[in-house]
């Protein structure tokens, strides 16, 4: 799994410019079955960060999504950006849940947690921790 990551500081007045490219590249790029998920959102403690960020199952797709014809609309929207943009690729060799609750803590009964609505994202989610905590989904 690949996590395409690209920040984009943006102006005011070019703000509304730069969703709509972004917005113009996440619909084709969610239609493509090797896209495991695309998202727009900004930081809670600074609006004028716009982040971009794909997840793909293999690099192969993201390789011939960055040749594709859409893809350069995302450069063109990172063109506008008030400062150099922010381009991060993370490759996720190993993603584990519960499991790795239970394995570490020994104690979690996995079968009283399925009976509650516990719902816990082993992988792609949890850098968004590292990377200040919470975000405001745009898309």
Known sequence: MIISTVRIAVRP?????????LFSVKGPTESNLQCISCRIYTEPRNDKLI?????WQNEESLYQHLRSPHYRNLLAAMDLSSEPPEVKFTTVL?????ELMQRVLGHVDLKAMGKKKVRIHSGWDSHHKEEGGNRNDIS
């Open 13 to 21: 007045k070019m703000k509304e410019e730069i969703l709509a490219i």
């Open 51 to 55: 982040t971009y960020e794909e997840v």
């Open 94 to 98: 190993k993603s584990e849940g519960m």
